[in-house]
Every structure is written in structure tokens, then in C-alpha cells.
């Protein structure tokens, strides 16, 4: 069963409306209960606090004065001595009056007073005075005879709380719709590029590789970045695998077409020689084609190893010993065919270079031999140049090409752009896709250029910690 998503900007904004929400509650629930006992608590503490101090040490007008302006409290003393019950409270009315505090509720009676003679804790109580909506907290207490009472007002908080808690709700609950508002405003603002990134995707998943141009200073913004850099990765993949499949499709059919010929050659001067057809010429053709055979698997295998990209062994080389051995042991076939080889000395000893000695040996024999095999003016000439970053070598002949020859089909497989001039020398067509896959291995470059007839091959050799 598929699980029902939900929105991440209405999931959003429920959870913060529902935290304001809370909040709103958790407020009035502190108003309506905590806060009123937390109140009367804290007033009670007060009146204590104050009594305390009297015990200690403040007994004279002055000190009871001062305390009484200090933490704005009612404090009365009278002694106890030949006084009726009703002498007294009447006197502590009169007291209070004079102090400002008009109490229509305020009575001692004579079991506290009893009760406060013997005891020498304080006794608290709170006068509830009705319509006023207060009452008048003390804390009493007889200290040597003396009577000694500490007052505060207080108001009655709980229905303050509900006056406030009413005002509050009213208030708030319009606050609460613009917050909600502008949460869903800004929530949209966030998670639209969200929405937009999903359409990214699922464009991507379709193998449609687009990008997104709204990308915020924010983490949605480098998750955009990182969702066009993979788009862009992913269609230059698709594009390099596009690519690489019709080049399998092309090296099939190509090599396919290469081993046709001498297979069927095998085939028909073997069937010759079957049917005593054979004049003497018969068997040589077939070992030539044999040959032919033998030497299109090995050009195959080394073309495929190189494919595979295996590690290769780097060793510090003279590019210029490489060559040299190379036109040594091509050497007969250049006096044979009577073609001249001009090279250009340098001035220095080339620096030595990090690659594998063989692969670039072969790099060197399949260029000279290609030269060989196609030289239309019986000259080859070669040329070294030294710069800081890599050691450049250039290799060129006359050919009959001509001006709008497209030079990237000469690394095509099998692709073999002109008969050769040499009978010694025919070729498979895998030599320069051969020479082209260990410069990209070693991460070195190859150009191949055409000048006026000229086929100009230019490598770049780079120097180590030096890159293309």
C-alpha cells in the first residue's frame, strides 16, 4: 500500500502553528493556575521576610519605618497591656486608616491573640475584603508584649488572570493568524525550491538532464548545485556510453569485415587445393592469410588491454633513446623502400619523462610505421621541442589526402584512410587507436593536423607533476 505524502510547507506549517499553539495554551493554563498561587506565595514570603527582620533586631518607630518604606508594607505595634479586645482592634483600625489602608473586613480575634501569646510563632491571615476585590495578607506575631502585625494588599488574581487571559485571547488569536500567515509565506519561500528541485529530478530520472536556475544562499541552494553538477556528469555519461556503444557497434562491423577477407581466402585456395587446383601458390596464401589473422588478434588484444585501463608501469625514460631504438629496428624497411628520414637534432639532452617504456616504444613504431606505409614523397621528418611543462615531438609526411579530410576518423578502429604505398606494410587500422589510448592512459595528448597535404602528428609529453 502506498504510503500518503504530505506537503513539507503544510508539514511545516502545521508544526509551528502547533508549537505557537501549545504556547498559547501552556500560557493561559500558568495564568488561570500557577501564576495566582505563585503570586500569593511570593506576598506571603514577603510579609515573613519582613517579620523575620522585626524579630531581630527592629523594635523602634524609626526602624519599623524604615522596613515598612523599604518593602512597601503596612507594619502596626501595640502592646498588649490592660486593653479589651474591642480597644484593640479598634486602634489597629484607626492605625490603618492613618496609614491609608481602608479595610472593611479586618478583625483579630481573641483566640489568635491567645493563640499568639503562647507561641512564639508568627500566625498568618488573609482578610478577604469582598466587593473590593483584594484582600489583606498579615502575619502577626508578640514579641515581649507587643503586638506586631505586617500587612500587604493583595488583589484578587484569579479573576485578574481571567480579565487578562480574555484580553490575551483576543489579542493573541490575531496574532496567531498573521504569525500563521506569515510562517506559511516564508515556509512556501523555502520549500518552493524543493518543488522545483523535484521536477529537476524527476526530469533526471527520465533521462532528461536538466538544471535548475533558482538556487538560494542557503543548504537548498549547494543541493541544487550538487543536483546540476550530477545532471551535467550524468549526460556526459550517457553521452561518452551513447558514444562508446556505436564505436562497439563500428569495431564490430569493422572487424568483423577485417577477418571476412582472409578467412574466406583460407577457405577458397584450402577447397583449391582439396579439388588439386593448387599451382605451387596456393599454400603460401594461405599462411600469408594466416599471418594476416594472427596479426589482427595480437593488434586486438593490446587494443583491449589498453581499453581496460590496467595500471601502468612508470619508469623515468629518454623519449629521444625511445626513439632511436625504434628507427633502428625499422631501419631496413626505410633503406628498402628508399625513403629518407629528416629529424632535427636538439640543442640539449631532453629531460627524462615518467612513462612506460614499451607502450611509448610502441607510441614511436606504430607513427614511424603509419608514416612509412603512406608517404606520398619518400620523406618522413621528425622534430623535437623542450618547454617548461612537457616535451613536444612531431612527426609528419606528404600524403594524398585531401583539405576536407575529417582527421579525427584516423583514431577509428580499422579505419584505414589510404591504401598503402608499402606491399611490406599493410595494416590492421587498430596502429593509431592503438597510439592514442596509451597517450590518454599516460595523460599525455595527441593532435593530428592536415596542412596542405601535410599529416602532421603532434605529441605532448608532459613533465612530472605537470598535467594537460
Not at 82 to 111: C, G, P, Y
Not at 362 to 382: G, H, M
Amino acid at each position: 500500500m502506498k504510503k500518503k505524502t504530505r506537503k513539507i510547507s503544510t508539514t511545516l506549517t502545521l508544526t509551528f502553528s502547533s508549537i505557537i499553539v501549545g504556547s498559547f495554551i501552556i500560557m493561559f493554563i500558568l495564568n488561570s493556575l500557577i501564576v495566582p498561587h505563585y503570586y500569593f506565595s511570593k506576598m506571603e514570603a514577603k510579609v515573613s521576610s519582613v517579620m523575620t527582620d522585626i524579630q531581630k533586631n527592629a523594635h523602634s518607630e524609626q526602624q519599623l519605618a524604615e522596613l515598612e518604606n523599604n518593602n512597601q508594607v503596612t507594619i502596626l505595634s501595640r502592646s498588649l497591656e490592660q486593653s479589651s479586645l474591642d480597644d484593640f482592634n479598634e486602634s489597629l483600625n484607626i492605625e490603618l486608616n492613618r496609614k491609608k489602608v481602608a479595610l472593611n473586613r479586618f478583625w483579630i480575634t481573641q483566640e489568635t491573640l491567645d493563640q499568639l501569646e503562647n507561641s512564639p510563632q508568627p500566625i498568618q491571615r488573609n482578610f478577604d475584603q469582598g466587593k473590593q476585590k483584594s484582600s489583606f495578607l498579615v502575619e502577626m506575631q508578640v514579641i515581649d508584649q507587643t503586638f506586631y502585625l505586617v500587612g500587604v494588599s493583595t488583589v484578587n488574581f484569579s479573576e485578574t488572570a481571567s480579565l487578562i487571559n480574555t484580553f490575551n485571547f483576543i489579542s493573541l488569536s490575531l496574532t496567531l493568524i498573521l504569525i500563521i500567515s506569515l510562517i506559511y509565506i516564508t515556509v512556501r519561500k523555502i520549500t518552493d525550491p524543493l518543488v522545483n528541485l523535484k521536477k529537476v529530478a524527476e526530469e533526471i530520472t527520465a533521462l532528461t538532464f536538466v538544471t535548475t536556475e533558482d538556487i538560494p544562499a542557503n543548504e537548498i541552494g549547494e543541493l541544487a548545485q550538487s543536483i546540476n553538477k550530477m545532471s551535467y556528469a550524468l549526460a556526459t555519461y550517457q553521452k561518452n556510453l551513447l558514444a562508446k556503444n556505436e564505436q562497439l557497434k563500428q569495431f564490430t562491423a569493422d572487424l568483423t569485415h577485417e577477418l571476412k577477407t582472409p578467412i574466406a581466402l583460407i577457405k577458397a585456395y584450402g577447397s583449391g587445393i582439396e579439388d588439386d587446383l593448387d599451382d605451387g601458390t596456393y599454400l603460401d596464401v594461405i599462411l600469408q592469410q594466416t599471418e594476416r589473422l594472427n596479426e589482427i588478434v595480437d593488434q586486438m588484444l593490446d587494443y583491449a588491454k589498453l581499453e581496460q585501463q590496467q595500471p601502468i608501469n612508470k619508469v623515468p625514460i629518454q623519449l629521444s633513446d625511445a626513439w632511436r631504438q625504434t628507427v633502428t629496428s625499422l631501419s631496413p624497411t626505410i633503406a628498402e623502400e628508399n625513403i629518407m628520414l629528416l629529424e632535427a637534432d636538439t640543442d640539449s639532452p631532453l629531460s627524462l619523462i615518467e612513462a612506460d617504456p614499451i607502450l611509448i616504444k610502441r607510441v614511436f613504431e606504430n607513427l614511424l610505421t603509419n608514416s612509412l606505409k603512406y608517404t606520398t614523397d619518400q620523406e618522413i621528418q621528425a622534430s623535437w621541442r623542450e618547454t617548461d611543462d612537457f616535451i613536444e615531438f612531431s612527426i609528419s609526411n606528404q600524403t594524398s589526402l585531401t583539405s576536407n579530410f575529417d582527421v579525427t576518423k584516423l583514431w577509428e578502429a580499422f579505419y584505414v584512410h589510404e591504401k598503402s604505398r608499402n606491399k611490406n606494410l599493410s595494416g590492421t587500422g587498430l596502429g593509431l587507436s592503438i597510439v592514442q589510448s596509451i597517450m590518454n592512459e599516460h595523460g599525455f595528448t595527441i593532435e593530428a593536423r592536415l596542412v596542405h597535404q601535410t599529416l602532421i602528428f603532434v605529441l605532448n609529453f608532459y613533465k612530472p607533476g605537470k598535467q594537460a
